[in-house]
Each structure stands twice: as C-alpha cells, then as structure tokens.
C-alpha cells in the first residue's frame, strides 16, 4: 500500500518559517515526482512545487522565492521549506506522488497518490 505522510504543518506567525516533510512508502520512491499542493478554506488547491525523479524542480510563479523544496532519497522523503510566511498561505499543504517518467509537472490531476495533508495556520 502506498503512503505518504505529510507532516510539520502548524501555528506560526507571519514572517516566520515552517519546513514540511512528506515520506513516503510502498512505492519506489526514487521513480516519482513529488509534488506539494495547498487548498486554502473556500478556495480550489492549487499547485505549489514539485521536484522530479532527478531533482530538477520547478515552482507556481507566486510562490518562488519563498518556498523551496528538496528531496532526500535515502530517506524517501521530500521537504518544503516556507519562509517569511505570510497570513494569505494559510491552508492545508498535500504532497503527492506522480509516477510520469518524462514529465515533472505542478497540474494535480496528474498525481497518482495523495498524503492527507497537515495544517498550516499563519496568524498576523
């Protein structure tokens, strides 16, 4: 069965720093793209980054430069670190897995398996 759990959501002030991590298990977790997504209350999810089989990485236009995402494969585990964070990313953040052997993309509908999520709250 495959799993991924997100986890190192919680309550920060704006300004400050989170790192989320996603692990993964009961896949050959060196054959995906991972990706992070968010879905905000009342809103649509939308794409944040994903990182390919080989590392390259790519980010929504928005959230460059604040976000940056890594992966370790030895410890089938992918990480997002947010910083300078703002009240506007609260939401719950999702990492995914898309086995696609050519194409890395940002695009949900592409993902094959989804983690649960884990709350980010940001307060002003």
């Known amino acids: 069965e495959v799993q991924l759990q997100a986890s190192g959501g919680g309550l920060v002030q704006a300004g400050g720093s989170l790192r989320l991590s996603c692990a993964a298990s009961?896949?050959?977790?060196?054959?995906?793209?991972v990706g992070w997504f968010r879905q905000a209350p009342g809103k649509e999810r939308e794409g944040i980054s994903c990182?390919?089989?080989?590392?390259?990485?790519y980010y929504t236009p928005s959230m460059k430069g604040r976000f940056t995402i890594s992966r370790d494969n030895a410890k089938n585990t992918v990480y997002l670190q947010m910083n300078s964070l703002k009240p506007e990313d609260t939401a719950v953040y999702y990492c995914?897995?898309?086995?696609?052997?050519?194409?890395?993309?940002?695009?949900?509908?592409?993902?094959?398996?989804w983690g649960q999520g884990t709350l980010v709250t940001v307060s002003s």
């Open positions: 995914a897995a898309d086995g696609d052997p050519v194409v890395a993309t940002i695009l949900g509908e592409f993902y094959d398996y």
């Open positions: 009961g896949l050959t977790f060196d054959d995906y793209t």
């Open positions: 990182i390919s089989r080989d590392g390259r990485t």
